[in-house]
């Protein structure tokens, strides 16, 4: 019962209550961070890209912009590593530190996201939302968040048949004492996260798999 209402009520109300302050506080270090990186590289400050939320809504995520501009159509496209190239000298600090995934506060407070749960999903890749199994449906259940269950337990270095297990046993065990518990975990984390290749070639297994069920 307690764990129902959790999901139903309590984690939203957490959100609005949390994201809200944060906000508040942290709006001279947005306008500093938006200024370190307009200096450092010519551009927008923030990287706008639609992603997937609760029942496969399509979204605008905000994030402070790390990599040069039109990264995804450069090198490696939507992957990422560590040491890429294309990511900018202040985009490694903010990578670094997590700096750069603060702009989502304002996600969290529009209903768009959570504070945690699985990581939003573009809406083409690994595929499209109306090519997901009903089980792996299960992830839009719930808002997805800047840290989650998957993110803790390992982040790009699972492949994707492991990160969307690992996130639907969240949806499935959700409750206010796990949340806590990823949220403390992904603090004790944040200064020795490494982001790797290999979401490239795991993303193409994820695809093999999703073309033999057809």
Same mark, same amino acid.
Request: hydrophobic residues 40%.
């Given at each position: 019962?307690?764990?129902?209402?959790? =999901?139903?009520?309590?984690?939203?109300? /957490?959100?609005?209550?949390? $994201?809200?302050?944060? #906000? *508040?506080? !942290?709006?001279?270090? %947005?306008?500093?961070?938006?200024?370190?990186?307009?200096?450092?590289?010519?551009?927008?400050?923030?990287?706008?890209?639609?992603?997937?939320?609760?029942?496969?809504?399509?979204?605008?995520?905000?994030?402070?912009?790390?990599?040069?501009?039109?990264?995804?159509?450069?090198?490696?496209?939507?992957?990422?590593?560590?040491?890429?190239? =294309?990511?900018?000298?202040?985009?490694? /600090?903010?990578?670094?530190? $997590?700096?750069?995934? #603060? *702009?989502? !506060?304002?996600?969290? %407070?529009?209903?768009?996201?959570?504070?945690?749960?699985?990581?939003?999903?573009?809406?083409?890749?690994?595929?499209?939302?109306?090519?997901?199994?009903?089980?792996?449906?299960?992830?839009?259940?719930?808002?997805?968040?800047?840290?989650?269950?998957?993110?803790?337990?390992?982040?790009?270095?699972?492949?994707?048949?492991?990160?969307?297990?690992?996130?639907?046993?969240?949806?499935?065990?959700?409750?206010?004492?796990?949340?806590?518990?990823?949220? !403390?975990?992904?603090?004790?984390?944040?200064?020795?996260?490494?982001?790797?290749?290999?979401?490239?070639?795991?993303?193409?297994?994820?695809?093999?798999?999703?073309?033999?069920?057809?």
């Amino acid at each position: 019962m307690q764990h129902k209402f959790y =999901r139903n009520y309590g984690k939203r109300i /957490i959100d609005i209550f949390f $994201s809200c302050i944060m #906000l *508040l506080i !942290l709006w001279p270090v %947005f306008l500093i961070i938006a200024i370190l990186v307009k200096l450092d590289d010519q551009g927008p400050a923030i990287f706008v890209q639609e992603r997937l939320t609760l029942n496969g809504r399509v979204f605008k995520m905000y994030k402070f912009r790390t990599m040069c501009v039109n990264a995804e159509k450069k090198g490696t496209g939507v992957y990422s590593f560590e040491n890429d190239p =294309r990511i900018t000298r202040v985009g490694k /600090i903010l990578r670094k530190l $997590s700096l750069d995934e #603060l *702009l989502q !506060l304002v996600n969290i %407070f529009k209903g768009d996201m959570s504070f945690v749960g699985p990581r939003p999903i573009l809406t083409y890749h690994p595929c499209k939302y109306e090519d997901y199994t009903e089980k792996e449906k299960e992830i839009f259940t719930i808002r997805p968040g800047i840290t989650g269950w998957a993110q803790i337990n390992g982040r790009n270095t699972v492949d994707w048949v492991q990160r969307f297990e690992l996130n639907e046993w969240y949806v499935k065990n959700l409750s206010l004492k796990l949340d806590i518990k990823i949220v !403390l975990k992904t603090f004790l984390q944040v200064f020795s996260t490494k982001e790797t290749i290999i979401e490239r070639e795991t993303a193409k297994s994820f695809e093999d798999r999703k073309k033999n069920e057809k």
